[in-house]
Structure formats: structure tokens, C-alpha cells
């Protein structure tokens, strides 16, 4: 800095306003600077800057399943508010393993990022107790955590109780009474509020309740596939399935092609999560669209806000999905 300092004419702390836009100065002096640091390759050296102002600008993202393409939906959303705020975005996958989840969140902690948007596993406890222990800024993503646990940390996830129930009441109202459920990987929150807004609409519909009919695809393609063809070999099959997100959708539609069984003519089929070639399907697939651009943006703004106000109040947000009706329900295009 001293060099480009003495090369543009100006002092060091000219430079420093120049390069953080904490000041304002002349377009001449703004235009010798940069000329200088062209010149001499100058870079800032972010490691010293941040042991002198306690910020690396960087925040961490822990999040399992990054192939799911609702996850990589909302990475790249997380990713644009993030680089939006200045700040730049550290992704680690703890692969929905408990222990691993502890071990990248104390990673991302020795790196000194500013804060952490978690996704948390079935059994996020150590990774709780860590982040809480070492008063880390934390925001929970997606899987909110109504117990205790989580009493001190904000959350932002879409609403999954009543989404759930609007795409099984859609289906009793197409007349169907044998409805099966492929839900997610047990004990994620998001799994337990679907299979509940499952449940109470069958109740309310007078629909009797078959627990063969309610089976888990593990949040992922292949065992959704198995599951559905588990389904489907049963005396008398589903005329109809709610899946619980779009990796397990995947492999459901796959397992019915295989069965040879046609959509919606034989198995009416509809699920949460949108992707972008849902509309591509043939027929096309009737979802529930989570809000991930705006889960996203929320869960930064959070975590900045709970950085620079750590006595602020609590917030937990629950964000509506938006209900895609198509053809795959049995409604016409």
C-alpha cells in the first residue's frame, strides 16, 4: 500500500479510502490510485485486514444434498444476497451426518467467517451446542426447529403443514381415497410438518388412514424409486402420491414409468418443490414452489442484522410456497 501510496502522490490511508469506498475523494485522486495499483499488482491482503478488524467478510453455508436442485436453487440465491451485502459465501456439505455436521461447522469457525446459515441434520445437537458455545451468528435455513434447541437463533424456511395439506386435499378433490405419501429422511423437521399437513387433510377429508400407504424415500432419488415401487406391488396400490420434495419426485416418476403405469391415468402424482423442468415433464407436474430466492435473501439479511445487533429479538420467518397447478393431478392443461 506504502508503494502505491508513494507512486499515485497520496497518502496510505488515501489508498485505504480509495480501495473500502470509505471516503470520498476527487475522481482525479480515485483515478491515481487505481493507476498505481494497476501498475504495481497491487492486492489487499484480506488476512491482515481481518486480524485488524475482527470481519473476514465471509459467511458460512452448511447444507446437505447440494445436488438436490431446490439446494442448488437456493445456493445460488443464497450465493447473489450474500456477494450483494459484500460478502463472499464458504459452502460445506456435512452429508446429512450429524457428527460430520459438527466438524465443518468448527471448520468454518478456525476460518473466522462472520457467520452461519445452517440447514441442520436430523440431530443438529453438537452443531447447536458449538455455534452457541462459541457465540458464532447463526440463522437456521429451511429445517426450522420449534424446541428449544433453537429458542436463541433465527430460522427462515418456507411453511410445510398447510402446503402440504392443500396438495392432498387437491387430490381427495379429484376423488381419490387411496393416497400415498413418499415423505423424507426421518427426523428432519421439514419431513415431520409435510407428513402432519398429510395426515390432517385426510382427517378433515374423512379419508381413511392406511400406513402402508405412508412410506419414507430418505430425501433422495433411489430410495424414492424403491419406495414407490414397494408401493405399487401392494394388493391394492395408491391411485394417487404426494411426494415430499423434488429429488424424490425424480425417482418416483421413474419407478412409474417402469411399472408402465400412466400419469395421472393411473397414479396422480403431486409434490413440493418446483425445479425448472418440472414443466417439461410429460404430463406436467402439478408442485408446491418453495420461495428460494426470497428464503435466501432472508436468511443473509438475518444474519447480518444478528451480527451488527446481537441483543436484537428473535425472528423466525415462515415463508407461503406457491401452489403450480398442472396436469400431473389429473387437472387439464
Excluded: K
Excluded at 451485502?85 to 473466522?112: I, Q
Excluded at 426447529?145 to 429458542?151: H, L, P, T
Excluded at 443473509?300 to 410456497?321: G, N
Aim: with cysteine.
Amino acid at each position: 500500500m506504502a508503494d502505491v501510496a508513494r507512486r499515485a502522490g497520496v497518502s496510505t490511508a488515501t489508498v485505504s479510502h480509495v480501495l473500502n469506498n470509505t471516503r470520498a475523494v476527487s475522481a482525479d485522486t480515485r483515478a491515481a490510485v487505481l493507476a498505481a495499483v494497476e501498475e504495481t499488482a497491487y492486492t489487499p491482503n484480506t488476512v491482515a485486514r481481518s486480524l485488524a478488524t475482527s470481519r473476514t467478510t465471509t459467511l458460512g453455508l452448511v447444507l446437505s444434498a447440494i445436488s438436490n436442485p431446490y439446494f442448488g436453487e437456493l445456493l445460488s440465491s443464497a450465493e447473489s444476497a450474500a456477494a450483494a451485502a459484500g460478502y463472499t459465501l464458504l459452502l460445506v456439505d456435512p452429508h446429512e451426518d450429524p457428527e460430520y455436521e459438527r466438524t465443518v461447522v468448527a471448520r468454518l469457525h478456525h476460518h473466522r467467517v462472520d457467520g452461519v446459515v445452517l440447514a441442520p441434520s436430523a440431530q443438529p445437537c453438537a452443531a447447536l451446542e458449538y455455534l452457541a458455545r462459541h457465540e458464532v451468528p447463526t440463522v437456521l435455513l429451511d429445517r426450522l426447529i420449534a424446541d428449544g434447541r433453537a429458542a436463541a437463533l433465527d430460522q427462515v424456511g418456507s411453511e410445510n403443514h398447510a402446503a402440504t395439506a392443500t396438495l392432498t386435499r387437491h387430490l381427495v378433490e379429484h376423488g381419490h381415497t387411496r393416497i400415498a405419501l413418499v415423505a423424507g429422511l426421518d427426523g428432519l423437521t421439514t419431513t415431520e410438518e409435510r407428513c402432519a399437513g398429510f395426515g390432517r387433510a385426510l382427517d378433515d377429508a374423512g379419508v381413511p388412514r392406511d400406513p402402508a400407504l405412508e412410506v419414507s424415500g430418505e430425501s433422495a432419488t433411489e430410495p424414492a424409486r424403491a419406495a414407490m415401487t414397494r408401493l405399487l406391488a401392494l394388493p391394492e396400490p395408491p391411485t394417487a402420491v404426494v411426494v415430499g420434495n423434488n429429488s424424490m419426485t425424480i425417482g418416483v416418476i421413474a419407478a412409474l414409468r417402469d411399472a408402465g403405469a400412466r400419469v395421472p391415468d393411473d397414479v396422480a402424482v403431486v409434490a413440493f418443490d418446483d425445479f425448472a423442468w418440472a414443466d417439461l415433464f410429460s404430463p406436467r407436474l402439478t408442485v408446491m414452489a418453495q420461495p428460494f430466492d426470497r428464503i435466501a435473501a432472508e436468511a443473509v439479511r438475518l444474519l447480518l442484522r444478528r451480527r451488527a445487533q446481537p441483543e436484537a429479538p428473535v425472528e423466525v420467518l415462515r415463508l407461503p410456497p406457491t401452489f403450480r397447478i398442472r396436469e400431473s393431478c389429473g387437472c387439464a392443461r
